[in-house]
């Protein structure tokens, strides 16, 4: 099973900042990694799928880049409703798996 | 408008078994898997298997397999999670999920979720 590992755990960002989310994987999943952010007490929610491309919705200020082991989710602009925990998944390999996730606080 | 409304919370004893319920609605249900997704609290999500409306077949995560069913209501438009011979490690919100925009496993509409608590 391919073992998706996140960093930082946590994060406090000022709002308007810039704040970089890393996943590594521990083999190459090409690009097959997606990014969701969770809410206390809500579903997960799409944000970026095909490791770069946003899901509907989704502002441009959520970007995301990577390929093989190394994936990145940065989000510009920090706003207060940003605060959220952030999850990557790969599903390039059975079974589908998904990082520990990375708690952003917004200060 | 893509909804997926789940059943209520379960509380269940060690050793039983509990059903989830996803009613789907609002895109062509038979083209696109029902995903299940649980997670327990403060942890990861983590993906069970597949289930196809289409042909009802499935794909099951190896640690589930022996213990998971995924069907198809097509009748009611509802899928159906079964798990049995529950411990308290099977504590956790379960989610039902669809991929439709991008792959079929990035999931872009979710339930609202089940909890499931196992205790005696």
């Known amino acids: 099973e391919v073992v998706m590992t996140q960093s930082p755990a946590a994060l406090s960002v000022s709002p308007g900042e810039t704040c970089t989310l890393s996943c590594r994987a521990s083999d190459s999943v090409s690009d097959q990694v997606a990014w969701y952010q969770q809410k206390p007490g809500q579903a997960p929610r799409l944000l970026v799928y095909g490791a770069s491309t946003r899901a509907t919705g989704i502002p441009a200020r959520f970007s995301a880049s990577g390929s093989g082991t190394d994936f990145r989710l940065t989000i510009s602009g920090l706003r207060s409703e940003d605060c959220a925990v952030y999850f990557c998944?790969?599903?390039?390999?059975?079974?589908?798996?998904f990082g520990g996730g990375t708690r952003v606080e917004v200060k | 408008q893509v909804q997926l409304e789940q059943s209520g919370a379960e509380v269940e004893k060690p050793g039983a078994s509990v059903r989830v319920s996803c009613k789907a609605s609002?895109?062509?249900?038979?083209?696109?898997?029902i995903n299940w997704v649980r997670q327990a609290s403060g942890q990861r999500p983590e993906w069970m298997g597949w289930?196809?409306?289409?042909?009802?077949?499935?794909g099951y995560v190896y640690k589930f397999q022996d213990r998971v069913t995924m069907t198809w209501d097509s009748s009611k438009s509802t899928a159906y999670m079964e798990l049995k011979r529950l411990t308290s490690e099977d504590t956790a919100v379960y989610f039902c999920a669809v991929g439709i925009e991008g792959s079929t496993y990035s999931f872009d509409h979710w339930g609202q979720g089940t909890l499931v608590t196992v205790s005696s």
């Open positions: 609002g895109y062509r249900l038979i083209d696109y898997d």
């Open positions: 289930m196809s409306p289409n042909s009802g077949s499935t």
């Open positions: 998944q790969q599903y390039k390999s059975w079974p589908s798996s």
